[in-house]
């Protein structure tokens, strides 16, 4: 029996994720409530908590499933890990690529130019990070795993500072993870959404990313074995406390950043995420209160799909014209929910749109479709 509700304890955490995930991504419009808002840049908010989140779902999920590898050849176990970081990562530039086809200047139908694709993004994030921790875990084992975990924090630290610019080597433009993208992905291949060509899905600051996956992976290993007592779960609590006092004091001199990834965040993101996890085992595995599970367990059975479909269906609704200067989306927001002012009604919008994600997720569980990639 505790190993079910171990399992429904994992599911709510990464529903809790996705959900949060689909609510700060679709705001109504441009407008909305402080908390819900990435850090602009040095800094920490809770919508900066999300993505680190479900990095750390992903670990705590590999730490069920690799006890079922046991006995399976290496080289059928490193193409398993392979083939799904392959796929995710398609998934990924494949979202980017939607809808794949356009209309040109002579109002021809034609293919969607790959040379402006982003190439790395969120799901590229998640396929990269799984698949080198899931490597590192698998023929490294635990111990030496979080040691190699480590060592990415401060060779990502020492790669900051002394190779970005002298300047400020923690800037927008100044960092060293600005500079490789650059010259390996070129800017039509990157974000733009600060204004200028930049990555926060970079290619260099995925090495602290990955420490991410390891611990979620040593915690859950953790839960498994200690969590059944209080003592375990007050451990837990501790180890959370412990790295967010740690990622503050380092904070001094590898700032707190979310698009930077640095290793002061991954601390905190982790620290608050054995915080949050011990404190939904207690109020499951303990308290026995799971009225309340069933919502985010939806989200957290099909995860992958479930943000996929969200950011697949808001660009969609984005290419739907209401008449001659609007779309599907803008226009159920002015004419729905702009009238609860703009920033309730933005955040109306993307109950809403959560919502209607979730009814898909539902349905796909009560017929018992869980998508596996």
């Not at 995710?88 to 021809?108: K, Q, R, T, V």
């Not at 799971?290 to 939806?298: A, D, H, L, P, Q």
């Amino acid at each position: 029996m505790l190993k079910t509700q171990r399992f429904l304890a994992l599911d709510v955490f990464r529903g809790m994720t996705i959900c949060l995930m689909i609510i700060v991504n679709t705001p109504g419009n441009e407008v909305t409530f402080a908390p819900l808002l990435h850090a602009k840049w040095h800094g920490f908010t809770p919508t900066d908590l999300v993505f680190p989140s479900f990095l750390f779902a992903v670990g705590n999920a590999l730490s069920f499933v690799m006890p079922k590898w046991e006995g399976i050849s290496h080289s059928s176990i490193v193409a398993k890990i392979t083939k799904r970081t392959a796929l995710i990562f398609l998934l990924g530039f494949l979202m980017y690529w939607f809808p794949f086809l356009e209309f040109n200047d002579a109002n021809h139908l034609t293919l969607m130019p790959l040379s402006e694709t982003r190439i790395m993004g969120v799901l590229q994030r998640i396929a990269l990070c799984y698949g080198i921790a899931a490597l590192l875990i698998y023929f490294l084992k635990t111990r030496l795993a979080i040691i190699t975990g480590i060592a990415f924090l401060f060779i990502y630290w020492v790669l900051c500072f002394w190779l970005g610019d002298a300047a400020d080597p923690f800037s927008i433009t100044g960092n060293i993870g600005y500079h490789l993208d650059t010259w390996l992905f070129g800017e039509a291949h990157m974000y733009h959404g600060e204004g200028i060509a930049f990555e926060p899905e970079g290619l260099l600051s995925t090495i602290p990313a990955i420490v991410n996956v390891i611990a979620g992976f040593a915690v859950g290993q953790f839960v498994q074995q200690k969590a059944k007592q209080y003592e375990g779960l007050a451990k837990l609590l501790l180890i959370g406390v412990l790295l967010v006092f740690l990622a503050y004091c380092w904070n001094m001199v590898f700032p707190i950043n979310k698009k930077l990834w640095t290793s002061s965040f991954v601390l905190i993101t982790v620290g608050l995420d054995c915080i949050i996890l011990s404190a939904i085992i207690y109020w499951i595995d303990f308290a026995k209160k799971t009225k309340w599970t069933y919502f985010f367990e939806v989200f957290g059975k099909n995860p992958l799909f479930v943000y996929l479909l969200s950011e697949i269906l808001v660009t969609s609704l984005n290419l739907i014209p209401i008449g001659e200067n609007s779309n599907l989306f803008s226009w159920l927001y002015i004419n729905i929910f702009s009238y609860a002012g703009n920033y309730f009604g933005s955040l109306l919008f993307a109950l809403s749109y959560m919502l209607l994600c979730w009814s898909v997720g539902f349905w796909l569980d009560k017929r018992k479709i869980y998508v596996r990639v």
